[in-house]
Structures are given as structure tokens and as C-alpha cells.
């Protein structure tokens, strides 16, 4: 950001209860890296408390913060000496004075609290950029409802798959934000559209997956429904078959009674042939009743007499001839 003057004007603009969460993650991370560093390079001194005035050489600074030196503070560092159990207020100057931090270590912690100056102006200008852009506006609220169907185990399952994984204290702060529809910074922002992005490639993935088990299942149920259709083709075919082949059995059994019936009557009236040259139909008839009572039934009585006619041709020693109801002898054949 350009100046304080920028700062302090998005600043402003921030509800009381926005300005109260911003600050509270920006005193939070600046006194996290304060006692880490005085952790590790003062047995003396102890960081107690981190103070920063919001209004510091404005018009509204009516809370000033001061050294004990007199000079007045944007930033007031608190600290406790462990050996005399005092407190002192002290700029970044007179800090490092006490602390009994190196020069290189001093220069660190001063580049770790510009890049916290990095990171309040990265969340008031993508608040700024919230509050006026009307597509970035949509797109937080969104990615806010989305995150209100996100549960621990989504995160955890997110993390485990995921290099910049989404820290509990990640979640506290995108709540405390949500919760008075502040921008978040860049860096958790990203990680919660990711976190999206993840789960909406999860649910895509699982419906394609479900879609090719429809269409799976729809299919096995065409193929089955084709191998029925065809089962029952295929049996009434054998059913159409079988009766084809028991009517071709009935014919044939007929035939065979019938050839057997014309048999019985050509034995009959070959006899007959023996002692006579022409029989009149009338003791065919009488002759042969039953064998031609049975036959009337099912043929005509012309088709009866020719068959016995040519069953007496083929199979006996006479030639014989039908004729004005009347059966000649013409001749008899010598074997």
C-alpha cells in the first residue's frame, strides 16, 4: 500500500467489529513472532503484550501509544524483565536495546513485521476490492456459502491430499471473517478455493462415476431385456418346431394306418380276384367295411378305391381297372 494515509482511509471504513477481528489476527501474528524470536535469543526479557494505534499520526489519534523514552508509537512492545520482574513500553528501537537481540536478528524481526504490514494491507485491499466490485463480491459470498457445507472431515480428507493444507487456526480466522463479511487474505483464500475446487471435482468425479453405473446398470437391463426376447424367441421356435414335427408325426402315423388299411384291403380282394374277373363296389365295400369306414374319414371315396387300385397293381400278380363302379381283372402278370 502507498501510504498510511490509504491504510488508515480503508481502515476506517471497517465496522467496529471488523476492525476488532482484523486486529485481533494482526496483533496475534506479530506477537506470535515476537515471542518465538524472544524465545530463542533473550533469557532476560519476555514479550507480555503487543499494542498497535490504528490512528497514529492522524487526526483521530486520540489513544496514543508511547516509548518510554517519550517518543509516541505506532507500534508498543511490552515486556517483563525476569530478574526484576518490571514492566517496560518500548518502541522497535529501544526493544532491541533491552531485548538483547542482535543486529541480524533485529533486522529479521523488523522484515517479519513489514511483511505483517504486507498482510494487513493484502486483507483491507481485497476488502476494498469486496465491497466495490460487484463480480470479486459475488464470488466471496459464494466461496462463503460453500464453505458452510465444508465439514472437519472434508478439511481433513482436503489436507491429506492437499501441500498447503488449511490449519486450525486458518479455520478460525475464515470464520471470525465470514461472520462479519470481511475479505479473508490472499494465501487463505486461495486455500479455501481449493478446498472448493477439490470437492467439486470429488462430486463431478462421483457423477460421472454414478452416470457410468446408470448407464451400466441400463444397459445390463437392455441386455438382459434382449436375452429374454431372444429366450423367447428361441422357445417359441422349439414350440413351434416340436408342433410341426408332432403334426409331421401325426401325418406320418396316419399315412403309415392308411398304408396299412389300403394293405388289409388289397389282401382281401386280391382273394377275391382269385375266383372272380370283376368285383362290383358293393362287395368291395362289404368286403373291406371296417378298413374303409376308418379311411372315409379322413379321404374322399374316390382317392380310397384308387389307392387300392394301385396298391393291387404294384404288389400283386394282377392288373386291375375301376370302372362304372366296378373292379375288372385285365390281365394277370407272370413272374
Not at 529479521?108 to 505483517?116: A, H, I, P
Not at 404288389?315 to 375301376?322: A, I, W
Request: one cysteine or more; a positive charge.
Amino acid at each position: 500500500m502507498n501510504n498510511e494515509k490509504h491504510r488508515h482511509a480503508l481502515i476506517s471504513q471497517l465496522t467496529e467489529n471488523q476492525r476488532e477481528i482484523l486486529f485481533k489476527y494482526y496483533k496475534y501474528r506479530k506477537k506470535n513472532i515476537l515471542i518465538n524470536d524472544m524465545y530463542r535469543y533473550s533469557e532476560e526479557w519476555e514479550l507480555i503484550d503487543f499494542k498497535v494505534n490504528e490512528n497514529y499520526r492522524t487526526s483521530c489519534n486520540d489513544n496514543p501509544l508511547y516509548c518510554e523514552c517519550g517518543k509516541e508509537l505506532k507500534y508498543q512492545y511490552i515486556l517483563r524483565s525476569k530478574s526484576k520482574d518490571t514492566i517496560v513500553k518500548l518502541g522497535i528501537e529501544h526493544f532491541k536495546e533491552h531485548s538483547g537481540i542482535p543486529n541480524r536478528i533485529a533486522s529479521q524481526v523488523r522484515k517479519n513485521m513489514f511483511l505483517l504490514d504486507d498482510w494487513l494491507d493484502d486483507v483491507l485491499l481485497n476488502h476494498e476490492k469486496f465491497m466495490n466490485d460487484s463480480e470479486y463480491h459475488r464470488k466471496v459470498i459464494n466461496m462463503y456459502k460453500e464453505w458452510n457445507t465444508i465439514s472437519e472431515l472434508d478439511v481433513e480428507e482436503f489436507n491429506s491430499n492437499s501441500s498447503k493444507p488449511i490449519t486450525s487456526k486458518n479455520i478460525e480466522l475464515i470464520n471470525d471473517f465470514k461472520k462479519y463479511s470481511m475479505a479473508l487474505p490472499t494465501n487463505i483464500e486461495q486455500k479455501v478455493f481449493a478446498l472448493i475446487d477439490y470437492f467439486h471435482r470429488k462430486k463431478y468425479l462421483a457423477y460421472i462415476e454414478e452416470l457410468e453405473r446408470e448407464r451400466r446398470i441400463q444397459r445390463e437391463k437392455e441386455q438382459e431385456a434382449l436375452r429374454k426376447e431372444r429366450e423367447l424367441k428361441r422357445q417359441q421356435l422349439l414350440k413351434e418346431a416340436e408342433a410341426r414335427n408332432s403334426q409331421k408325426r401325426k401325418i406320418m402315423a396316419k399315412e403309415k394306418t392308411d398304408k396299412m388299411l389300403i394293405a388289409e384291403c388289397r389282401v382281401k380282394i386280391t382273394k377275391l380276384l382269385d375266383v372272380q374277373n370283376v368285383i362290383d363296389i358293393t362287395t368291395i365295400y362289404n368286403e373291406c367295411k371296417i378298413e374303409i369306414d376308418e379311411l372315409l374319414k379322413s379321404h374322399v371315396n374316390t382317392k380310397i378305391v384308387n389307392d387300392i387300385v394301385n396298391s393291387i397293381n404294384r404288389y400283386t400278380m394282377y392288373t386291375v381297372k375301376f370302372q362304372n363302379n366296378k373292379l375288372f381283372k385285365a390281365w394277370t402278370k407272370r413272374f
